[in-house]
Every structure is written in structure tokens, then in C-alpha cells.
Nanobody, 122 residues
Framework: QVQLVESGGGLVQAGGSLRLSCAASGRTFSTMGWFRQAPGKERECVAA????????YYTDSVKGRFTISRDNAKNTVYLQMNSLKPEDTAVYYC?????????????????WGQGTQVTVSS
């Protein structure tokens, strides 16, 4: 049974940092990503990373502030979030794709975590 379990969300003041973790079980994945969804908005891809870590993707609004990484030995992907802003407030979801390539559409991912809330206060 495939599971993605996120952790690390919470409440932080603007300018602070959080580190999200997503532990996968049941199989390994070529590409993993972090998505977020704020109230009333569509789910968007924040960052994605291929198996080797050699290619990554970041949405423009988080470039220079967020870093995605993965530890394949632990089957875990991380999202380090620095200089957080109130507009980063959302539910963050881990997603996994069986096939490779840096892709950003929700339909390209096969498995999803349950989501973790990130709230940034001003």
C-alpha cells in the first residue's frame, strides 16, 4: 500500500522558516513534488524534483526562498521554506509521480499526501 505522510507544518511569523517532510512508503517514485492550495484558489505546484535531484522546479513566487530536496535512502522529500510570507499560507501537499520529468500539473501525479497546514502571520 502506497502512502505519503507529510509533517512539519504549523504557525510561523512572517520572515520565519519551516521544513516540511514527506515520507513515502510502498514504492519509490521518480519525481516528487510539493503543491499548495489556499482557500478559494487552485492547487499549484510549488516545487518538484527528479530522482537524482539534478533537476528541480520552483514556482516564481518561492524562488530563492524555498528549497526542495530528497533522500532516496529514506524515500523522503523535504521542502525547506525560509523568509516566509503571509501569502505562503496554504495547505501543502506532497505528491509523487511514477514516471520521471519535472512536471507541474496535478494530473501528472499519481499519489498524494493528506496535506499539512502552513500559516504565516504578519
Amino acid at each position: 500500500q502506497v502512502q505519503l505522510v507529510e509533517s512539519g507544518g504549523g504557525l510561523v511569523q512572517a520572515g520565519g522558516s519551516l521544513r516540511l517532510s514527506c515520507a513515502a512508503s510502498g514504492r519509490t517514485f521518480s519525481t516528487m513534488g510539493w503543491f499548495r492550495q489556499a482557500p478559494g484558489k487552485e492547487r499549484e505546484c510549488v516545487a518538484a524534483i527528479i530522482w537524482s535531484g539534478a533537476r528541480t522546479y520552483y514556482t516564481d513566487s518561492v524562488k530563492g526562498r524555498f528549497t526542495i530536496s530528497r533522500d532516496n535512502a529514506k524515500n523522503t522529500v523535504y521542502l525547506q521554506m525560509n523568509s516566509l510570507k503571509p501569502e505562503d499560507t496554504a495547505v501543502y501537499y506532497c505528491a509523487a509521480r511514477r514516471y520521471g520529468g519535472v512536471v507541474v500539473t496535478t494530473t501528472a501525479y499519481d499519489y498524494w499526501g493528506q496535506g499539512t497546514q502552513v500559516t504565516v502571520s504578519s
